[in-house]
């Protein structure tokens, strides 16, 4: 009879373990579906990018720490890796992490981070957009690059004259450093502000304008323009 009872009250604890409600389950959910640029490069549950490790596996290879540090600061525990910080609160990168975690047993053993030869930033914006930008944008800017075919929404075309030139320097400025879901556009275009420093970003959108042999409304450019 005692035992009866201690089974019944382990039940419903066992079926908590992994420490993440299913309300909270739900809300990491959507965040990533719909507000968040990770699936841009990541896939989750068969969704998503494909130029970075699955997150669906993740819990395999990665324990929390290491998942929590590198959503934190991705260039401080990878250098070098092609993944921007995202800007989120420290309670929103706890929902994330506990939820690509979920069901893993804790402390799973970190494994050693393949640290990819350091060298020299390369500052010239054709390196920096291929670096960060040709896998969804197209090396020469054309929307279609080997990552945009997992995307909902396509990347913008760079390289099309009607599309940039309807386009402010500063609104394409303001795209690249705070993302799309900011600007009204589909989030999975990354936030690259907390990543390149603005004169990168400005390099950034001169080179966009090289791509597009464009430049923005008359109205956006002083009235310097021919
Ligand atoms: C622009 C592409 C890009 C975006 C956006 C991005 N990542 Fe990454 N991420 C990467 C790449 C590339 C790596 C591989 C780093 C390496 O070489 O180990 C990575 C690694 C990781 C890892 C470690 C995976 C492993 O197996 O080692 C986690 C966890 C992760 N990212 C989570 C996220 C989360 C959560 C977000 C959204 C807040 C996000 N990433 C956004 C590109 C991206
Ligand atoms: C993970 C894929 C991905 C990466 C990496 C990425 N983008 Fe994007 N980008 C997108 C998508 C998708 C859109 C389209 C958003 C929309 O139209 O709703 C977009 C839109 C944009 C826009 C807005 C254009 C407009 O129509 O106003 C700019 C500017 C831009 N990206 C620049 C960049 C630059 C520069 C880089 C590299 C530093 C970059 N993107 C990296 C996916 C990506």
């Known amino acids: 009879m005692r035992s009866l009872v201690l089974l019944i009250i ?14 909270k389950e739900a809300k990491a959910r959507v965040l990533l579906r719909t507000q968040l640029p990770c699936l841009g490069c990541h896939e989750l549950d068969g969704d998503g990018g494909r130029v970075a490790p699955s997150l669906t596996t993740v819990a395999e290879r990665r324990n929390a720490a290491y998942i929590a540090a590198i959503i934190d600061d991705p260039q401080r525990v ?18 994330i992490t506990q ?16 640290l990819p030869p350091s060298s020299a930033r ?25 990552n945009a075919k997992y995307l909902p ?11 940039m030139s309807a386009r402010s320097d ?21 936030a690259f502000g907390a990543t390149l420093a603005p004169a990168e ?26």
Not at 79 to 94: L, Y
């Open 78 to 95: 990878v250098p070098g890796a092609a993944m921007p910080k995202t800007p989120i609160s420290g309670s929103t990168r706890e929902l």
């Open 10 to 23: 382990a039940i419903p604890l066992a079926a908590q373990a992994p420490g993440i409600t299913p309300f």
């Open 153 to 163: 929404v396509r990347p913008a075309i760079h390289n099309s004259t009607t599309q």
């Open 122 to 146: 390369d500052v010239t914006a054709s390196s920096l957009y291929n670096r960060w930008c040709a896998a969804c944008h197209g090396q020469s800017g054309g929307g279609d690059g080997p």
């Open 201 to 226: 970003i400005r390099s950034l959108v001169a080179y966009i304008r090289t791509l597009c042999a464009c430049r923005g409304p008359a109205w956006s450019t002083d009235g310097s323009k021919p």
């Open 170 to 190: 500063d609104a394409l400025f303001d795209a690249i450093a705070g993302g799309g879901a900011i600007m009204g556009k589909s989030p999975r275009m990354p």
């Open 99 to 114: 939820y690509l975690t979920r069901g893993a047993p804790l402390g799973t053993t970190p494994h050693p981070g393949q």
